[in-house]
């Protein structure tokens, strides 16, 4: 299986520290993509990351990429109430258009 | 980004009964998915749906239970049949964009609860 694998499972901070979250992944993959879901809704795309990339940012959102150890992180800076969802990690497959998806971090930012 | 939209967005349903989510997307796109996303868990892929053939499943999902339709390249319904308890989930639909870089947007998604 080329699942990925998040940890932590669960975080809680409080409002204005910063939230790094881990996903590792089995095979060779085309990108790795980053998602937000709010409880029982769908998700929203954060950030792709491509297997030549080691860094993207976008907003308070950092990503990395260690094609070598299979393993991407994802920081948010300064952390906000409103941040408080489920993240996943998704790697989309070397051979085609499939995304295997993380088992997903619960993020709790407590004001 | 594409836009795509879902419905239901939400349904009580009765044990042995079907119903069938409907999925819109505001472009044309090539490749189309539905994922299952169970109480808790994370997403699994049920099938891609193919535009004008039949849909291709994963390990785990059948075409009897899970039919799947793609008429054209911005509409695709997935039915669950027979439902029992157990295939209460959250369904969702997702479109590939190549313009994008291949990111892979979602719908809301479909919560259903088998009674």
């Known amino acids: 299986s080329q699942q990925g694998e998040e940890d932590p499972q669960a975080l809680s901070i409080q409002e204005g520290e910063n939230a790094t979250m881990n996903c590792s992944y089995k095979t060779s993959i085309n990108n790795l993509q980053w998602y937000r879901q709010n409880s029982g809704r769908g998700l929203v795309h954060l950030i792709l990351i491509r297997s030549n990339e080691r860094e993207k940012h976008s907003g308070r959102l950092r990503v990395t990429l260690d094609t070598s150890k299979k393993s991407s992180s994802l920081l948010i800076t300064a952390s906000r109430a409103a941040d408080t969802a489920s993240y996943f990690c998704?790697?989309?497959?070397?051979?085609?258009?499939?995304?295997?998806f993380g088992g997903g971090t619960r993020v709790l930012v407590k004001p | 980004s594409a836009v795509i939209s879902q419905k239901p967005s939400r349904d009580i349903c009765q044990r042995g009964t079907s119903l069938t989510i409907q999925c819109q997307v505001d472009s044309q796109v090539t490749m189309m998915f539905w994922y299952r996303q169970q109480p808790g868990q994370s997403l699994t892929l049920i099938a891609t749906a193919n535009q004008g053939s039949e849909a291709t499943y994963e390990s785990g999902f059948v075409i009897d239970k899970f039919p799947i339709s793609r008429p054209n390249l911005t509409f695709s319904t997935l039915t669950v049949s027979n439902m029992s308890p157990e295939d209460s989930s959250i369904y969702l639909c997702?479109?590939?964009?190549?313009?994008?870089?291949?990111?892979?947007?979602f719908g809301e998604g479909s919560w259903l609860t088998v009674v």
């Open positions: 998704a790697t989309l497959w070397a051979a085609g258009n499939k995304l295997t």
């Open positions: 997702s479109v590939v964009e190549g313009r994008t870089g291949n990111t892979i947007y």
